[in-house]
């Protein structure tokens, strides 16, 4: 079966780092889906304006070491990193079919230019889309379910400080996202380094902070030339 995609995903978070983990956990990030050209006619989204949440399913195209064919486990972040579990028992990014699956909320629709504003995605900028479904909650929500390692390990978010005066070179709902992606502590589980500068680009600007116990704190923030 070949399947090709039907729209592109923009965002302002470009590379990997800083990704948002899964879907919904940073609200105030936001991008847009831009139907391409065969699909960019208001038939094609009819009737989403009516919707609070989409389906998305997407490509993993920023993952350099391949699909993840004949990898059967995985190591989950929330489980420290260490910890092996069978990949169909995961959400990782590493599958044997590198395909993501995410609920984002709608912000607005906008049938004749063929794009849907949205918020809380986990995808990067140019990430090919391969198909858009409405969410409906009474097929879609299964309240009071079991989650497996989920349930037994709670992410702690990082508590984070602003360095005075910097706040002001973002927007109020820019600094919100960036504030967010921060506290959801972007480190691979193997770093641990108090003196060290993260970098974490968001859009045109270049985010710096560090990360001392449970608090991070941005010390620079820079417009990228």
Partial sequence: MEIKPVAVYH????????????SGIVPALRGRVTLLPEYKSGDALRGLEDFDYIWLVWGFHLNREGSGEGRLTVRPPRLGGNQRIGVFASRSPYRPNP??????????????????????ADLADGTPVYDIKPYVEYADSHRGVRSGFVDKHSWEQLELRVKDGLGDRLGENE?????????????PRYQNDPERIYH????????DFNIFGKTAEIIDIRKIR
């Fill in 11 to 22: 965002s302002p978070l470009k590379e990997k780092f800083g990704l948002p983990r899964q």
């Fill in 99 to 120: 395909l993501g699956l995410s609920s984002v909320r709608i912000v607005s629709v906008h049938p004749e230019k063929g794009i849907i504003e949205v918020e809380g």
């Fill in 175 to 187: 600094l919100k996202a960036v504030c967010e992606l921060i506290s959801q502590d972007p480190r």
């Fill in 200 to 207: 974490l680009k968001y859009g045109s600007f270049d985010v």
